[in-house]
């Protein structure tokens, strides 16, 4: 899925999609591996954001990024094709 596929299925499930410079403070933060700043992102908005969640997600071949946005300060890592899933049953608790 796209970024927009992505955003349009969790607005359409009732989240509010934040922009990146955004004042509000998010209840939480997805992050997309496979971008090229996606590491220095994620080390930016832990410090940032310390109380709130991080998940970030990539292919599930690559558990060495999976490992990377751990130390970077990722709370949570899930694989590409389960990102939509975790974010809905987040928004339905």
């Known amino acids: 899925m796209t970024r927009a596929q992505l955003e349009g ?3 359409n499930a009732g989240a509010e999609i934040l922009p990146m410079d955004s004042e509000i403070a998010p209840d ?3 992050v997309d591996l496979t971008a090229s700043t996606a590491l220095v992102r994620i080390e930016s908005l832990q410090v940032n954001y310390p109380d709130i969640e ?3 997600f ?3 071949v690559d558990g060495d ?3 990377q946005a751990r130390v970077a300060g990722a709370t949570s890592q899930v694989a590409r094709g389960k990102v939509v899933e975790r974010v809905l ?3 339905q608790s």
């Open 9 to 11: 299925t969790w607005a």
């Open 28 to 30: 939480l933060i997805v």
């Open 54 to 56: 991080i998940l970030a």
């Open 58 to 60: 990539g292919p599930h």
């Open 65 to 67: 990024a999976f490992k």
């Open 89 to 91: 049953k987040r928004l």
